[in-house]
């Protein structure tokens, strides 16, 4: 290995200079690779957190729309996305096939 005098014709504290800055700039990096995790399982988190709002909604809709039915019978109009089949989640096969 060649020793930093000979590859960049540089004093030996100019030499530690540049050490010290490869040092900082890896650092920085870990630093950097730190944060994002740390801000990737906040989202994880804050996205299992909506998305199970979003289920509670859906299914206290639907609870709501049938005690409605149960009360009004064939009557009450039917709103598209509360039928059973939309409510079931599909499996990735069934994704992938045409309707």
Same mark, same amino acid.
């Given at each position: 290995?060649?020793?930093?005098?000979?590859?960049?014709?540089?004093?030996?504290?100019?030499?530690?200079?540049?050490?010290?800055?490869?040092?900082? !700039?890896?650092?920085?990096?870990t630093d950097m690779q730190a944060d994002l995790e740390r801000e990737r399982k906040?989202?994880?988190r804050l996205w299992a957190k909506r998305?199970?709002?979003i289920r509670g909604v859906i299914e206290s809709?639907?609870?709501?729309?049938?005690d409605l039915q149960g009360i009004a019978g064939k009557s009450?109009?039917? !709103?598209?996305?509360?039928?059973l089949t939309a409510l079931e989640p599909k499996n990735p096969i069934q994704q992938l096939l045409p309707e």
């Open positions: 290995m060649l020793d930093c005098m000979t590859v960049l014709d540089l004093a030996p504290s100019e030499c530690f200079s540049l050490n010290s800055m490869g040092v900082a !700039i890896v650092e920085k990096f906040t989202m994880t998305e199970e709002q809709t639907a609870g709501m729309y049938g009450l109009q039917e !709103i598209e996305g509360l039928e």
